[in-house]
């Protein structure tokens, strides 16, 4: 297992347009969380998983923004008609309950830009 | 919102020297871990540190954590250039074992010089 893996690394896409970005967890890691990151600023809280289960969405995740995480494994983050503002680093993470001690573990990153 | 706040924005040093910097937060936490960023990549998780617990080292990191004054330092001793990084701090608020959402700081910038 390499680590938290996310795809594409970078997209780029026209205003008003729909995009999707995947984040594949460590395969043992139950928890997996979205954030967002602009430059400058510190990652900012989206949504987060348990298994299946979406037990906390932060305001942030307007309804133009979608997650799932089908039988608990990869996870999908979706923008829906995106706007400028929504340029940003989108940052997948995943985490193991069982023993809490080493943090999270995070992907590198989906860099969108949309123009 | 951001919970934590870091102290400086941005730290410059020579190798060799020590690096210090601060992490303050406003409400109760469950633990607070310390996260490095190289550039344009994700972060790296760096050492946690609980609420019961007032000092941890990790190889040339000491992290502080002072619940009284809600706040944490982070120390690299011996810095190297490989050490240049973002720094973050992020605080679980969350209840017993939380492990919820994280609350990110907005970084402080360290360069370290040869």
């Known amino acids: 297992d390499t680590g938290v893996s996310q795809n594409p690394r970078h997209k780029i896409t026209k205003r008003g347009q729909n995009v999707t970005f995947r984040c594949d967890p460590i395969?043992?890691?139950?928890?997996l969380y979205w954030y967002r990151q602009t430059l400058g600023q510190g990652p900012e809280f989206l949504t987060y998983?348990?298994?299946?289960?979406?037990?906390?969405k932060s305001r942030l995740l307007s309804d133009r923004f979608s997650a799932e995480r089908p039988k608990g494994s990869f996870s999908t983050l979706e923008i829906q008609r995106t706007e400028q503002g929504d340029s940003a680093m989108y940052l997948c993470?995943?985490?193991?309950?069982?023993?809490?001690?080493?943090?999270?573990?995070f992907g590198s990153g989906t860099r969108l830009t949309v123009v | 919102s951001q919970q934590g706040e870091e102290d400086p924005q941005a730290l410059s040093i020579q190798e060799g020297e020590n690096a210090t910097m601060n992490c303050s937060y406003k409400?109760?936490?469950?633990?607070l871990q310390w996260y490095r960023q190289n550039s344009g990549r994700g972060l790296v998780h760096l050492i946690l540190?609980?609420?019961?617990?007032r000092e941890k080292h990790s190889g040339r990191l000491r992290v502080t954590l002072d619940t009284s004054k809600k706040s944490s330092s982070l120390l690299i001793t011996a810095s190297r250039a490989a050490d240049t990084a973002s720094y973050f701090c992020?605080?679980?608020?969350?209840?017993?074992?939380?492990?919820?959402?994280?609350?990110f700081g907005a970084g402080t910038q360290v360069v370290v010089t040869p």
């Open positions: 540190i609980r609420s019961n617990e």
């Open positions: 409400t109760s936490i469950n633990n």
């Open positions: 395969s043992e890691h139950n928890r």
């Open positions: 998983f348990q298994n299946e289960a979406q037990l906390e």
């Open positions: 993470a995943s985490s193991r309950m069982r023993d809490r001690v080493d943090g999270y573990t």
């Open positions: 992020a605080t679980d608020e969350g209840g017993t074992d939380s492990w919820g959402k994280l609350q």
